[in-house]
């Protein structure tokens, strides 16, 4: 099992980024994902998550400090969950994780999550 990020780097206050997490090594199309973020001294802390409908749809969830700026989107043909991130904010500034669940439901507590990512930096500075 793989979970590969990327998209991570210096931006400015207010400014956008994409990022990436490639997945391999289990059933990508039937698995809840999320992003997780981790601060410098701080918690690790849920930013969104993508579960699965019984319909097949996608039922995104965000914290409140992201939600309106940050999108989760995922491309089950290409096996990646994408987070698109707007109006950046320097309090954004953290490692961003990637996460996969088992099964179609993924909440917002990381212990739900059995595999992770590397993680990529993104930084918010001017």
């Known amino acids: 099992v793989q979970l590969q990020a990327s998209g991570g780097g210096l931006v400015q206050p207010g400014g956008s980024l994409r990022l990436s997490c490639a997945a391999s090594?289990?059933?990508?199309?039937?698995?809840?994902v999320g992003w997780f973020r981790q601060a410098p001294g701080k918690e690790r802390e849920f930013v969104a998550s993508?579960?699965?409908?019984?319909?097949?749809?996608?039922?995104?969830d965000y914290a409140d400090s992201v939600k309106d700026r940050f999108t989760i989107s995922r491309d089950n043909a290409k096996n990646t969950v994408y987070l698109q991130m707007n109006s950046l904010k320097p309090e954004d500034t953290a490692v961003y994780y990637c996460?996969?669940?088992?099964?179609?439901?993924?909440?917002?507590?990381?212990?739900?999550?059995?595999?992770w990512g590397q993680g990529t930096l993104v930084t918010v500075s001017s």
């Open positions: 996460a996969a669940v088992r099964g179609r439901s993924g909440g917002r507590n990381r212990l739900e999550y059995d595999y």
């Open positions: 090594g289990f059933r990508f199309s039937g698995s809840a």
């Open positions: 993508a579960s699965i409908t019984w319909s097949g749809g996608t039922r995104p």
